[in-house]
């Protein structure tokens, strides 16, 4: 038999009172509340891929850009985030992207190229294409 803990929950966490399943202070309890974006409404662009090979090492960036921001020459978005952590570092990343490029089926995707923050005497550049998603 395969243990399922959203089917059959331990007994331990069925008797977990309420005020202590929202202590914000313990992860393994804390269930956020879903609140009102302050942030626009509309689609985002998943992106993810290996940073150029620096001092011997690539990183990953995985992570999902903001909403689309308006510009007079078209929607761009925000990127922002971590590298994983690979030789012993991280590097932190924040770009906005191109403006749309134009897919078929109605889709687009957009291009943006970063340079890493230094960490450990160097730094990596990040080039590529958001995934396609839908306007």
């Known amino acids: 038999m395969v243990f ?3 089917q059959n929950p331990p007994d331990s966490l069925l008797s977990i009172p309420l005020s202590e399943a929202e ?3 313990n992860p393994l309890l804390y269930r956020p509340q879903k609140t009102e ?3 626009k409404k509309g689609h985002t662009h998943g992106h993810l891929g290996a940073t150029t090979c620096q001092d011997g090492h690539v990183h990953m960036h995985p992570g999902v850009t903001s909403t689309p921001i308006e510009t007079e020459e078209g929607h761009i978005h925000y990127l922002t985030g971590n590298t994983t952590f690979d030789d012993g570092h991280i590097h932190q990343y924040e770009a906005y992207t191109s403006i749309p490029i134009p897919m078929p089926g109605g889709y687009h995707t ?3 190229e970063i340079r890493t923050t230094m960490d450990d005497g160097h730094t990596h550049v990040i080039k590529g294409f958001t995934e396609p998603s839908t306007s």
């Open 4 to 6: 399922d803990p959203i």
């Open 23 to 25: 202590d914000t202070q």
């Open 37 to 39: 974006s302050k942030e």
């Open 110 to 112: 957009h291009y943006v």
